[in-house]
């Protein structure tokens, strides 16, 4: 019997479940978290949620969202866990051994570097949102949308694709977000919350990235620097940081953007964006992960060292492509 029917069943059968999303909780995360939370308790399953860090403010107006827990929590393995979201069970931080520790794991993801770490796998890389996936689930059994399940639906979808704009959205992505708005959904409320308003530190850090950026390989690659100490100064958050990477593949002629995110002297965050290179090749071969065109990984050791580190990988993947 194939994951997804197994799944189906499981979901169906059991009554108690943990839903965890991964850390630095992103749209799709908490969205696809709330929604499938709230169909399972509208199933009557006793349904606990929890994320690894706190929820971005953005987000927090969705229904249920104080409902989520960040703490670690008492585990019997016979609790089923759903995983969403999450490529591996690093991205779980704190939950990681509890997760590990349950006898059933469902892992419902759309990453094409899911590890595939549960006892059932529902990963679908052509889905553009976790999102997306838990829509058709939801669908198969055949639980009846209210418009907070669609409006966090539409949340983790209209994010994870950039509001459409994306190349992993499709028709299937349309049919999926036109049903959500039958549910009486209002899109430009949505997308200026959740796309247009950023607080001010988040300008002030913006500005500082921008001006950053080094140029390239004939202005192909544009590089970011920003560090912890620097975003603290501009008072931004974590949060703030979402999104400024994007900026480096914007510039015309770019191809590969990578955002330097220095945490301490020897701990490194590096995002990668691009145009055509595949960067989640390129983040794996740094032991990191993620999309074909959004990626990212995390290092340890001295700045300098781990920057000629990448930027020799970055160069040959910019050779590669053009040969
Ligand atoms: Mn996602």
Same mark, same amino acid.
């Given at each position: #019997?194939?994951?997804?029917?197994?799944?189906?069943?499981?979901?169906?059968?059991?009554?108690?479940?943990?839903?965890?999303?991964?850390?630095?909780?992103?749209?799709?995360?908490?969205?696809?978290?709330?929604?499938?939370?709230?169909?399972?308790?509208? #199933?009557?399953?006793?349904?606990?949620?929890?994320?690894?860090?706190?929820?971005? $403010?953005?987000?927090?107006?969705?229904?249920?969202?104080?409902?989520?827990?960040?703490?670690?929590?008492?585990?019997?393995?016979?609790?089923?866990?759903?995983?969403?979201?999450?490529?591996?069970?690093?991205?779980?931080?704190?939950?990681?051994?509890?997760?590990?520790?349950?006898?059933?794991?469902?892992?419902?993801?759309?990453?094409?570097?899911?590890?595939?770490?549960?006892?059932?796998?529902?990963?679908?890389?052509?889905?553009?949102?976790?999102?997306?996936?838990? $829509?058709?689930?939801?669908?198969?059994?055949?639980?009846?949308?209210?418009?907070?399940?669609?409006?966090?639906?539409?949340?983790?979808?209209?994010?994870?694709?950039?509001?459409?704009? $994306?190349?992993?959205?499709?028709?299937?992505?349309?049919?999926?977000?036109?049903?959500?708005?039958?549910?009486?959904?209002?899109?430009?409320? +949505?997308?200026?919350?959740?796309?247009?308003?950023?607080?001010?530190?988040?300008?002030?850090?913006?500005?500082?990235?921008?001006?950053?950026?080094?140029?390239?390989?004939?202005?192909?690659?544009?590089?970011?620097?920003?560090?912890?100490?620097?975003?603290?100064?501009?008072?931004?958050?974590?949060?703030?940081?979402?999104?400024?990477?994007?900026?480096?593949?914007?510039?015309?002629?770019?191809?590969?953007? +990578?955002?330097?995110?220095?945490?301490?002297?020897?701990?490194?965050?590096?995002?990668?964006?691009?145009?055509?290179?595949?960067?989640?090749?390129?983040?794996?071969?740094?032991?990191?992960?993620?999309?074909?065109?959004?990626?990212?990984?995390?290092?340890?050791?001295?700045?300098?060292?781990?920057?000629?580190?990448? #930027?020799?990988?970055?160069?040959?993947?910019?050779?590669?492509?053009?040969?």
């Amino acid at each position: #019997m194939a994951d997804q029917t197994k799944i189906i069943e499981a979901l169906r059968n059991e009554e108690y479940f943990y839903m965890i999303s991964h850390m630095l909780p992103d749209g799709d995360s908490i969205g696809s978290l709330l929604a499938m939370g709230e169909a399972l308790q509208g #199933m009557g399953k006793e349904v606990r949620l929890f994320t690894p860090g706190s929820i971005p $403010y953005k987000y927090r107006y969705l229904n249920h969202s104080a409902k989520v827990e960040h703490e670690i929590f008492d585990n019997d393995p016979n609790i089923t866990m759903v995983v969403l979201d999450s490529s591996d069970v690093e991205r779980l931080g704190i939950f990681k051994d509890t997760v590990l520790k349950s006898k059933k794991i469902i892992n419902i993801d759309h990453h094409i570097t899911n590890q595939r770490f549960g006892t059932l796998n529902l990963v679908n890389p052509e889905a553009a949102a976790t999102g997306e996936i838990v $829509y058709d689930l939801l669908e198969e059994l055949q639980v009846e949308l209210n418009e907070s399940i669609a409006e966090s639906l539409y949340v983790a979808i209209s994010t994870d694709t950039g509001s459409f704009k $994306y190349e992993n959205t499709t028709a299937k992505t349309h049919r999926v977000i036109s049903s959500l708005l039958e549910y009486d959904l209002n899109p430009g409320a +949505i997308s200026q919350r959740i796309f247009d308003e950023r607080s001010l530190p988040f300008y002030i850090l913006l500005k500082e990235a921008l001006s950053s950026i080094e140029l390239y390989e004939g202005r192909r690659i544009a590089v970011m620097t920003l560090s912890k100490d620097l975003r603290e100064r501009t008072g931004a958050t974590t949060d703030d940081l979402e999104g400024i990477v994007n900026y480096t593949r914007n510039i015309e002629g770019v191809e590969l953007g +990578i955002l330097f995110y220095v945490e301490s002297a020897s701990e490194l965050k590096v995002g990668f964006r691009s145009k055509e290179i595949d960067v989640s090749e390129l983040a794996g071969r740094l032991n990191g992960g993620g999309h074909i065109r959004a990626a990212g990984c995390r290092m340890q050791g001295d700045f300098e060292s781990l920057k000629n580190k990448v #930027m020799t990988e970055a160069f040959a993947v910019l050779k590669e492509l053009q040969s």
